[in-house]
């Protein structure tokens, strides 16, 4: 388990190296976001745009035509996932193989109440640069609207490996890297076969690249709360223990990447510092 209590330490050498390789990957952790309006249709064909983030969306509002999407991923097989949505027409998005074919990835249909948005997810196994093809609904009305968002993961933990407990390296690099990082407790726990719903109370938040946490005062104590998402195949439960929550946000959700005891991780810390490591420079 990723935020059990019990974590086994493993010896630190190897670490500032680590921190080095790493780090210098975060260059490109931004955010590419386009938007696009067809306000009429006279002159529309097929458009292009490309992504050079390791996440991003495009808003498409009266999409005509057709839309080509670049995402140039790592030099590297990663995971890239896909979020698609649209209000007010169908939506049928492929990805271009290197001889022009094209396999469907997502299809939605056209709802019948043009206010309602319909939303699919996808995550797939890539290499270097993913070429989408967006395709909206030949009346599609000027009103309506395609939304594609995307999220690279760079090392992507499938199956058992997902609920490993985070290795002395992964939880110095993501306390370094992920997008929040929290002190806290387990408050309460809502599973389903896909994923772990996890309400947590915070004493101290240090990062967050967004305000998804909650500030409260209680008795004219302030505290943090939210909801943190794992994977559905994770046991996971409650625990009186304090953690510190690492992860990342992932299509507006915040997903839980490493969660070691509160201990742990300071003496984690202090071990690093003493053998000369310097952290999240």
């Avoid at 390789?21 to 696009?36: F, M, P, Q, T, V």
């Avoid at 050079?52 to 035509?65: A, F, H, Q």
Wanted: hydrophobic fraction near 35%; include cysteine; glycine fraction near 6%.
């Amino acid at each position: 388990m990723i935020w059990r209590k019990l974590l086994i330490l493993n010896p630190l050498s190897g670490i500032i190296l680590y921190l080095i390789l790493n780090l210098s990957n975060c260059a490109k952790d931004s955010l590419c976001r386009h938007k696009i309006w067809d306000d009429s249709k006279e002159g529309k064909g097929v458009k292009k745009i490309d992504f050079d983030c390791m996440n991003g969306d495009v808003e498409w509002t009266g999409p005509y035509g057709g839309l080509f999407v670049n995402i140039k991923g790592p030099v590297k097989e990663h995971e890239l996932c896909i979020q698609v949505s649209s209000i007010g027409t169908s939506a049928l998005v492929s990805s271009v193989a290197e001889d022009n074919q094209l396999k469907r990835l997502v299809t939605i249909l056209e709802p019948k109440n043009h206010q309602h948005v319909q939303k699919r997810t996808l995550c797939f196994p890539a290499y270097k640069d993913t070429l989408l093809f967006v395709e909206p609904d030949v009346g599609a009305f000027i009103s309506s609207k395609i939304t594609i968002e995307y999220d690279i993961e760079q090392n992507p933990r499938y199956g058992e490996d997902a609920c490993r407990p985070c290795t002395d390296e992964e939880l110095l690099y993501n306390f370094c890297s992920s997008d929040f990082v929290a002190v806290g407790k387990v408050e309460d726990i809502k599973s389903t076969p896909a994923v772990n719903i996890l309400q947590v109370s915070l004493d101290h938040v240090k990062k967050q690249s967004a305000k998804y946490f909650t500030k409260e005062t209680v008795n004219l104590e302030t505290r943090f709360t939210g909801k943190l998402y794992s994977p559905g195949q994770c046991s996971v439960s409650t625990s009186r223990s304090k953690f510190v929550f690492m992860g990342k946000i992932k299509f507006s959700r915040l997903e839980l990447k490493c969660a070691p005891t509160y201990e742990d991780f300071f003496e984690l810390q202090q071990s690093s510092k003493l053998k000369g490591a310097t952290l999240c420079t």
